[in-house]
């Protein structure tokens, strides 16, 4: 009788846990078809506006729709369209594991300070010319970027491994990062030519304007790249989830694996920053709405951070062409517009959790 017992728990749990997954894949496919059309509403919006027909036709059968139409969605608002969506999916995958591995709820690139640190970088390059690897003076500015993240990355990993320090510290260093990085942004301005001044105030507001297929390509490349690696790490990065003291009794490298996955969010951070500009909030907001319908197993929440990340930044690339007619608007104040309440309702959610 026990073992019939056993057998129907067992059986009962199988199938409990099939319907999750099924959920979790149900949701994943429908992220997918609302990015597929955000990204058709994209490209079809602008001064001359096309149908979702019209942009699907021009897609799949390029030959049987007008010049005018192929031009358009080609060359001008199709490489702007992915570059939303390889940005949003880079800044939200790099979101979701630095929340993983710092245990911070408000981990991200841009309130930690390394999406600061890379547009620094990447000013650096601009302005004054300095590479600080001579040896790519061609890619100097994404190189830039890169590095001046991994440095900022790097102080947060070793800060977060002191002994004695909080979430709350990290956060605090996090913000004191943010303010010294645009500090020194700000007296690169100051300094700044006045067509290096134009490049680098692109950054500080963010832009997909100027988004073409090469570097596309490099983002894209980049999140192909990271995805797979993390998805080699999923177990090791959700036992995480539960302690260190708890993953490292499953056998996990805590603190390589800590340094691996920091280094690959630098990676993740910096290439869109010195492609776009400074773009806040998707790092944070895109992990957070994944985590809330599919949890914290990094199977289902690794795709769900990026499919989540890709489409607000998609929707928000729509939305800056549409709230004032004629203009499109820099993509990073929207995001902004859009983050900061959803920032404030996190502060105040675990505040009272506190209490």
């Known amino acids: 009788m026990a073992v019939m017992v056993d057998e129907e728990l067992a059986a009962g749990g199988s199938a409990q846990y099939r319907a999750l997954a099924a959920r979790r894949l149900l949701f994943l496919g429908a992220m997918l078809g609302a990015l597929l059309l955000s990204l058709a509403l994209d490209m079809g919006l602008g001064p001359a506006r096309y149908t979702i027909g019209e942009v699907i036709s021009a897609i799949v059968s390029p030959s049987t729709v007008s010049d005018q139409l192929r ?14 969506v390889t940005v949003g999916g880079c800044l939200s995958l790099a979101g979701a594991q630095m929340q993983t591995i710092l245990a911070n709820p408000l981990a991200s690139p841009f309130t930690l ?21 001579p040896a790519a003076l061609h890619y100097m500015v994404p190189i830039n970027a ?37 500090a020194l ?19 500080t507001m963010g832009s997909l ?28 990065l959700t036992a995480l989830r539960l302690g260190d003291d708890k993953a490292a009794s499953f056998g996990v490298n805590v603190k390589r694996l800590r340094l691996e996955t920091l280094l690959l969010v630098s990676l993740l951070a910096a290439i869109p920053v010195s492609f776009v500009g400074t773009i806040g ?8 709405i994944a985590r809330m319908v599919v949890g914290e197993d990094q199977r ?20 800056s062409k549409v709230l004032l007619p004629g203009a499109i608007l820099p993509i990073g104040v929207v995001t902004a ?13 675990n505040r009272r959790k506190a209490w």
Request: aromatic share 14%; hydrophobic share 65%; charged share 5%.
């Open 113 to 133: 300070g390394i999406s600061a640190a890379a547009g620094f970088g990447a000013a650096l390059a601009l302005v004054g010319g300095v590479a600080i690897f």
């Open 209 to 236: 304007t100027k988004a073409t297929w090469s570097k596309v390509a490099v983002t894209g490349a980049v999140l192909l790249f990271c995805a797979p690696l993390f998805a080699r790490q999923a177990w090791a």
């Open 300 to 319: 289902f929440f690794l795709p769900a951070s990026i499919l989540c990340g890709a489409l607000l930044l998609s929707v928000t690339s729509v939305v």
């Open 146 to 182: 890169f590095l001046m993240a991994m440095l900022a990355s790097l102080f947060i990993y070793g800060a977060s491994n002191l002994r004695g320090v909080t979430v709350e510290t990290i956060i605090l260093l996090g913000i004191a990062l943010v303010f010294t990085f645009n």
């Open 185 to 203: 942004l700000a007296l690169m301005q100051y300094l700044a030519s006045e067509q290096a001044l134009a490049a680098v105030v692109f950054w």
């Open 281 to 288: 909030f998707v790092g944070l907001v895109g992990p957070h």
């Open 337 to 349: 517009l859009v983050g900061v309440p959803f920032f404030f309702s996190l502060i105040f959610t």
């Open 71 to 84: 031009v358009v969605i080609w060359d001008i608002r199709m490489p702007i369209a992915l570059m939303a």
